[in-house]
């Protein structure tokens, strides 16, 4: 084949060569076209040149004949060899007889045996002529004879022939025109040489400076540049070559940057090729903290199957075929492998498959990390675990002990307690009834404070009770209608809210609420009583309970008129036996606020209040939605 063969020699080589070789073949062409040109003037002008000689030749033959002059009309033939380029001139009367030639041989013999010397082209162009009966000129090229041959009647029967043969004019045309041609072909090679010496300057040198910047590249130096300018297409690769080049020693600078990273990070790389054995293609520098050096793994000498733990190979065997399989690509999982001084180490491993674009696994890629510490961390941990849950086991059965004493504690003391608190009180109140006349108003009015202690102290056991009861119970969620709650704890303090002339506004617009029933309504009756309490003495007390859903939560408020208080004191109110005015001005134990907070609390909710001196209070529940 010649365009393989073509592209052995390189370029610098090859394009003069072409350049030479289609010069010379131009050249060649020119010299044909030149010849031809030459023949076709040639053969023109002397059919001009032989139809002239054969009209004045024939004016001439014919006055001879009118003379009866046979003598002239052989001198005249005879004559015409004179004339260049023509070789026969015969007279041939009307039997076929010469009476007129060129050569003395020729005359008074038949026309055949005339010419019988002549080539056999030229005879059977002669012959084909003098067949001819035209009584005009006649000039034709005879096939096989570069030559003309001509015929006029001579009048009144006889008939001039001749040949004019064209190579003689030709070799003088040619001749003539040699200089024109040599010149032209030397400006053809002249142009050639030009034209090699611009395409060595302009292309080749470049190509070459290309080429060797591309091979410079492929060796990895990625410093190297073509330093080709020029908006042609060589300048244009040369530019997108140097940008390669920069986004190459770009892509090395963080590739090394990475593997510098990888070698000196906890984490092992490593690649295997999909074939038989999976050999390893790439291992990190960083193996060596398994005891082992990555020309181990790559040359075959440690293989990394050898080094996976007896009872792990067969799990993540059939994990990799599955993935190998149907996929996904990407999974993790844990082995252990041996590390070089014969100890089991616990390795966490990301692997991933990549693919052809057949979907064929070419390549299996794991990042390795040593979790032995992890590992031995999470035994530890179960271990403590174990010990924690019998501890809480133990003491959830101490807590429940003692939740039980302090129930009995607290019934007994409530017994206990509740029992002498009704001795006094009923004989104090037998002591009002029957000795009243006996007693001075001193003596009454010591008996009235016992009365009122021993309501105070009953209602502190009470409280003391329910808060004790909140502490060691857990609330029991339930779906809850707030109207009905409100409606239910309002009910209960009837009497209160009539004997105040209080105003009540309720505008609940949720519905339903999960929540420990109870404690809700625990918390809304001290609420409602605090209410009451503190705006005795506003014209007319005032109380708004209202609740709406807000940023994903319950929101109940309940709000009087009352006497407020200083938001300094806003935590102090919540606590247990916390009081900000005397107990002969506003009675009450003090634990009323701290049963709201423990009881919303417990129920995963929040309260709050907003108040300020002589502006009255508002408490605010939120629970979440």
Avoid: C
């Amino acid at each position: 084949m010649v365009w393989p063969a073509l592209t052995v020699l390189p370029g610098r080589i090859l394009a003069p060569l072409l350049l030479a070789g289609f010069a010379l073949i131009g050249a060649a062409l020119n010299y044909v076209i030149q010849v031809q040109e030459f023949r076709d003037q040639v053969a023109s002008e002397q059919r001009r040149r032989l139809t002239e000689i054969l009209n004045f030749e024939q004016n001439r033959l014919e006055i001879q004949i009118g003379l009866a002059s046979r003598f002239h009309l052989s001198r005249i033939v005879a004559s015409m060899g004179l004339r260049s380029a023509l070789t026969n001139a015969l007279l041939v009367d009307a039997n076929g007889q010469v009476v007129g030639a060129m050569l003395r041989a020729r005359l008074h013999r038949p026309l055949t045996d005339a010419i019988a010397s002549e080539a056999p082209a030229v005879r059977a162009g002669l012959l084909a002529i003098a067949s001819s009966r035209g009584k005009g000129i006649e000039i034709v090229e005879p096939h096989g004879d570069f030559a003309l041959v001509g015929r006029v009647a001579i009048r009144p029967d006889m008939t001039l022939i001749v040949r004019n043969d064209l190579g003689i004019p030709l070799a003088l045309r040619a001749a003539a025109g040699h200089y024109e041609l040599w010149r032209e072909t030397a400006l053809i090679l002249l142009f050639t040489a030009a034209l090699a010496i611009l395409l060595h300057v302009l292309w080749f040198s470049r190509t070459a400076r290309l080429t060797q910047a591309v091979a410079a590249i492929g060796e990895g130096r990625f410093d190297t540049r073509s330093g080709l300018a020029g908006r042609d297409e060589l300048g244009q690769i040369g530019r997108a070559l140097d940008r390669m080049a920069d986004d190459l020693r770009i892509r090395q600078a963080n590739l090394e940057q990475l593997s510098a990273l990888i070698d000196h990070s906890p984490v092992v790389a490593i690649e295997w090729r999909n074939a038989a054995g999976l050999p390893v293609t790439y291992v990190s520098d960083s193996v060596r903290q398994w005891g082992y050096t990555p020309d181990e793994l790559l040359s075959g000498a440690v293989r990394y199957r050898d080094l996976i733990h007896p009872e792990d190979r067969p799990r993540l065997r059939t994990a990799l075929v599955s993935h190998l399989a149907g996929g996904p690509d990407d999974y993790r999982g844990e082995h252990r492998v041996r590390h070089v001084s014969g100890q089991w180490i616990w390795l966490d491993g990301r692997t991933w498959l990549s693919r052809d674009a057949s979907g064929r696994v070419t390549h299996v890629r794991s990042v390795l990390l040593d979790v032995t510490s992890l590992k031995k961390t999470e035994a530890a941990l179960l271990r403590l675990n174990a010990t924690l849950e019998a501890r809480v086991v133990e003491r959830t059965g101490q807590l429940e002990a003692a939740n039980r004493e302090l129930e009995s504690f607290s019934y007994a003391i409530s017994h206990d307690l509740k029992a002498p608190l009704r001795g006094i009180d009923g004989y104090s109140q037998i002591l009002l009834e029957d000795y009243r006349d006996r007693l001075d108003d001193e003596g009454r009015q010591f008996l009235a404070n016992i009365r009122r202690g021993v309501a105070q102290m009953h209602e502190l056991i009470e409280d003391l009770l329910a808060y004790a009861h909140i502490e060691r119970s857990a609330p029991q969620p339930e779906p809850v209608s707030l109207q009905q709650l409100v409606d239910e704890v309002l009910d209960s303090y009837a009497h209160e809210i009539s004997a105040l002339g209080a105003k009540i506004d309720v505008d609940v617009r949720t519905p339903e609420l999960s929540v420990d029933r109870n404690g809700l309504a625990l918390a809304l009756r001290n609420l409602v009583g605090n209410a009451l309490k503190f705006s005795r003495d506003a014209a007319p007390p005032r109380i708004a309970i209202s609740s709406r859903e807000e940023a994903g939560a319950v929101r109940l408020e309940v709000r009087d008129n009352g006497i407020g208080f200083d938001m300094k004191y806003h935590d102090r109110i919540f606590g247990i036996f916390q009081r900000l005015h005397r107990a002969d001005d506003y009675p009450g134990t003090g634990v009323g606020l701290a049963l709201v907070r423990k009881a919303i609390e417990r129920m995963g909710g929040t309260v709050r209040a907003e108040s300020g001196p002589g502006k009255g209070a508002t408490f605010l529940v939120e629970f979440p939605l």
